[in-house]
């Protein structure tokens, strides 16, 4: 009797090399994403930052990091550390961004970038310091996100027409989490994933148009469900579905797992974090592309990364490599103001009954924010 094959055995951690990384805030998603994909690379972090000391010495003893601090200050100082990771609540980013450009060191921050145009307009001023910036979007490292950028370049769809993005489920915030002071939440929480894909796949937003609202049932009284509709260049129009209202998790198809559907004139795309389908409705066929999980033998092409922890670690790992190389700063400015703008322009449809524009404009060093 041929009884199911054993579970891969999880990856050995490679050997740290590399600049030193140092972490600020490790009670949230760089504890259960970041140090777990960071060891699984290979990648040197040598100091952790927490305002809970206890979190702070409790991480450091989990994946063996050397240094530990309360007061980040301390840690951006630390000759150890050659690269910061920025993983604290938007409020903070102006303040510790500041603090670390002063220093002289390359940041990776943690999305959403800021939640106010007066926090974006401080942040602009950095590039007159010369800071080195990248907003963190691990979505573009998701193997099958990128297999959709790549069908797409290809033309496998033909003209592109109508995408649908839909991420169903239930996600209250315990009541004191800063989450509860931010307003349209699920704009800068959730949406701003996808709308990062659009961008990736289809170019800048020309305009939106949107309404949200949230469920009476949940602790947090922002907004937890949002219904948009973005024209991109071309005539591409997203119809975008984040619904955090369904306490049924049998009908949930929450992030990670949201569904994304391409239509185009001579093809359709159906997609998911671990699965994409190509299908010809002419030819009725369809290919297949899978993330097997541990364990897993899948027939056909197979993808190789997920989003969780996988990208978190390849998101770092690349943002090293163009360090090294010294490329990528204009770039990473233009993405990070495009898409923080985005957001606002989002956020701005919600009160209107109109379409509202998305700014796209390049952004020249020391040019301030009208």
Excluded at 166 to 188: A, K, L, M
Aim: contains cysteine; hydrophobic residues 40%.
């Amino acid at each position: 009797m041929t009884g199911a094959p054993a579970p891969a055995p999880a990856p050995t951690p490679a050997t740290a090399t590399g600049p030193g990384i140092g972490i600020i805030g490790v009670g949230g998603v760089a504890r259960y994403a970041h140090l777990p994909a960071y060891r699984r690379l290979g990648l040197n972090v040598t100091a952790v930052c927490d305002v809970d000391e206890t979190v702070a010495a409790d991480v450091a003893e989990e994946f063996r990091i050397p240094h530990r601090f309360r007061d980040a200050a301390d840690l951006v100082a630390h000759p150890d550390v050659a690269v910061i990771d920025i993983a604290t609540p938007p409020a903070s980013h102006l303040e510790l961004m500041t603090a670390v450009a002063e220093a002289g060191k390359p940041m990776l921050v943690q999305k959403p970038l800021c939640t106010t145009r007066s926090e974006l307009d401080g942040i602009r001023r950095l590039r007159d310091l010369g800071a080195r910036v990248r907003l963190n979007m691990t979505g573009r490292q998701v193997s099958a996100w990128r297999k959709v950028r790549d069908l797409l370049r290809s033309g496998a769809i033909g003209q592109l027409y109508l995408c649908t993005i839909r991420n169903r489920d239930w996600w209250d915030r315990e009541p004191g989490r800063w989450d509860h002071t931010i307003d349209d939440y699920i704009v800068f929480e959730m949406a701003i994933h996808h709308l990062d894909l659009c961008a990736y796949w289809f170019g800048p937003a020309v305009k939106v148009t949107g309404r949200a609202g949230t469920h009476p049932g949940q602790l947090m009284k922002q907004a937890n469900w949002i219904s948009a509709t973005l024209e991109y260049p071309d005539a591409v129009v997203v119809q975008l579905l984040e619904d955090w209202t369904l306490p049924e998790f049998s009908f949930a198809e929450g992030h990670p797992f949201e569904e994304v559907v391409i239509s185009g004139s001579s093809g359709v795309i159906r997609a998911g974090s671990e699965r994409v389908a190509l299908a010809d409705p002419g030819g009725n066929t369809v290919r297949m592309w899978h993330l097997p999980r541990p364990g897993q033998s899948l027939p056909g092409e197979q993808l190789e990364t997920g989003w969780f922890p996988d990208s978190f670690g390849h998101s770092m790992r690349d943002y090293l490599d163009d360090l090294a190389a010294g490329r990528g700063a204009e770039e990473d400015w233009d993405h990070l103001v495009r898409l923080t703008e985005e957001t606002f322009a989002v956020s701005a449809s919600l009160s209107s009954d109109l379409w509202v524009p998305c700014r796209t404009e390049r952004t020249a060093p020391g040019t301030s924010h009208a």
